[in-house]
């Protein structure tokens, strides 16, 4: 199945529930738009607490009753194989969905975002054929006994995914809960739902899953998403976004003690060494930060680089970063589009200020470009600090915007101790021709991901996520798969005789001879 132009535009998006598509419970609904222009673009429902029952119910019958947590993992693995296909060849149309509702350069949705979905998702088919039995070590104490793991799938999962990389976070929370047997609602964006919503269409005109395994619901976190995570009906949460509202999540479901994963943000430090090749590295840098407009939680916010070649580097970030193209996020010669939103630009504006006032030393950017195609949408200029103090809000905070602090440093220690002087702990780049000293940089930092002479580079063999307020638990990979399971040890005893028995020494009598 081919998606219609039509399909994509100016369309009304229900609430999928139990295999149908539905208006929300009186009608309301609420309006995405682009963000480059600040057009409408779609009319989407808006779910209420009962909407949201509704979704949760269909979801625990399909786990309770139906045969997906029991279905083969080949039979799972197929399935999941044939939305990645469904991806492929519906490839051009999300890649643009993406780039309108999110305002990400066509040339990302086009060549990264949407390809390396479609990627992950076979990748999660892959991994979807690990068997749910484990086999444990020989153990023979208190009895002689053969043991086992059995994998379960955790039930039915809340899965909430930010506006941003908006299709792969989509990916990321429908495969893997697939893939071991779960079932799922699951919320995206109001900012930017458009291609998660393509991503069910597509999977429901398919026929490609029972009833009520894959449920989705649309509206503002704080009314919707809340009510989801708190439903006493729900299993499992595994959710992006912010860490702020991670906290608020954590804190909702410990009564219930409820299984969370949490996949939050970061200031990921981009590590300079002295010997590095900076024609590559320079370029290497710009895209780890710049990229998706610094939209990315693991963008490389912070530059760490040698006193030695302060100078130097500075100046070539500048002028390699001044030849970004900042423009319509549907012109494939554009490198850098708008913000998500007005509001988020206030955000950015507010730590640029804040940078100039704590003493950091602006050397490109801070402003809006200026031009009658800028003035709809929030755009910001890619724009660089010096002389940043790393105790400072601007190197601190999170800013999720086109902002990099770049700081000087004299010994590797130094550098090191600077990179992991941080509340989060999500990602780090290592730039160097050195490898053996680059891994042990690498293995000297406290964060989830650190690439080599690389950044922003998604292995879904490869579990993600942060150290310290960066989350809880990991996504991808086989931890990622087994963030969806609840494992249960099997003992099946093997002592034949009463008297050999566990409970003939510790506990019970010898039995009375009649
Ligand atoms: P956000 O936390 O505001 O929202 C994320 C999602 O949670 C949205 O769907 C939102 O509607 C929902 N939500 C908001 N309040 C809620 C509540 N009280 N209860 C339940 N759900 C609620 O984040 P955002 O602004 O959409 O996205 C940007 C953030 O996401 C950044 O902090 C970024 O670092 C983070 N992020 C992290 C990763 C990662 O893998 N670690 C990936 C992408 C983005």
């Known amino acids: 199945m081919v998606l219609e132009a039509t399909d994509v535009d100016l ?51 399909a786990f309770d009753h139906g045969p997906w947590p029991h279905t083969p993992p080949d039979e799972r693995a197929r399935i999941l194989h044939e939305i990645a296909t469904l991806i492929e060849a519906n490839a ?3 890649a643009e969905l993406e780039s309108r509702d999110g305002g990400v350069p066509l040339r990302a949705t086009t060549f990264n975002d949407i390809p390396l979905g479609m990627h992950m998702m076979h990748a999660f088919a892959e991994l979807a054929r690990r068997p749910p ?103 499992k949460i595994g959710f992006t976004g912010s860490t702020e509202v991670g906290r608020k999540i954590m804190a909702i479901a410990a009564p219930h003690i409820k299984k969370v994963t949490l996949e939050l943000g970061g200031k990921s430090p981009s590590i300079l060494l002295p010997d590095a090749d900076l024609d590559k590295a320079i370029d290497g840098i710009i895209f780890g930060m710049f990229y998706h407009a610094g939209q990315l939680c693991e963008a490389g916010t912070r530059c760490l680089v040698p006193s030695s070649i302060y100078a130097e580097v500075v100046e070539r970030l500048v002028a390699r ?79 999720f915007g086109p902002v990099l602090a770049v700081m000087p440093y004299d010994e590797l220690g130094e ?11 999500l990602a780090a780049s290592v730039w160097s021709q050195d490898i053996q000293l680059a891994l042990e940089v690498a293995r000297s930092i406290r964060a989830g991901t650190v690439s080599i002479n690389e950044h922003h580079v998604l292995n879904p063999y490869a579990p993600f996520g942060g150290f310290k307020a960066s989350g809880v638990g990991r996504e991808m990979g086989v931890a990622g798969m ?33």
């Open 321 to 399: 970063t001044r030849q970004l193209r900042i423009g319509d996020p549907l012109d494939l010669a554009t490198d850098i589009g708008p913000l998500i939103s007005h509001k988020q630009r206030e955000t950015v504006e507010r730590y640029i200020a804040l940078g100039r006032e704590e003493g950091a030393k602006l050397v490109l950017g801070g402003g809006r470009p200026l031009g009658a195609e800028y003035e709809a949408g929030p755009f910001v200029e890619p724009t660089i600090f010096t002389n940043v103090n790393n105790r400072s809000r601007l190197a601190q905070e999170e800013i």
């Open 11 to 61: 369309t009304y998006h229900g609430l999928f529930i139990n295999g149908a598509w539905c208006e929300a419970e009186k009608g309301r609904t609420f309006t995405v738009s682009e963000p480059a222009t600040g057009l409408p673009l779609a009319r989407v429902a808006h779910a209420s607490r009962a909407d949201v029952d509704r979704a949760v119910a269909a979801a625990r019958h």
């Open 415 to 425: 550098a090191i101790k600077i990179a992991n002087d941080t509340m989060y702990g």
């Open 482 to 514: 087994l963030e969806y399971t609840e494992p249960t040890h099997i003992h099946v005893d093997f002592q034949q005789k009463r008297e050999d028995k566990l409970w003939w020494d510790a506990l019970l009598p010898p039995v009375e001879e009649a």
């Open 133 to 235: 039995y484990e086999p444990m070590p020989w153990n023979d104490f208190p009895t002689l006994s053969w043991n086992f793991v059995w994998r379960n799938p955790c039930g039915v999962c809340a899965q909430i995914i930010p506006w941003n990389y908006a299709f792969c976070m989509t990916v990321w929370k429908l495969g893997p809960a697939l893939a071991t047997g779960n079932t799922i609602v699951f919320k995206p964006s109001s900012l930017a739902p458009l291609t998660s919503l393509a991503l069910v269409k597509l999977i429901d005109e398919a026929g490609l899953l029972p009833k009520g395994v894959l449920n989705l619901v649309t509206g503002p976190g704080a009314e919707v998403g809340e009510y989801l995570v708190g439903h006493p009906q729900v299993d």
């Open 92 to 94: 051009h149309e999300l």
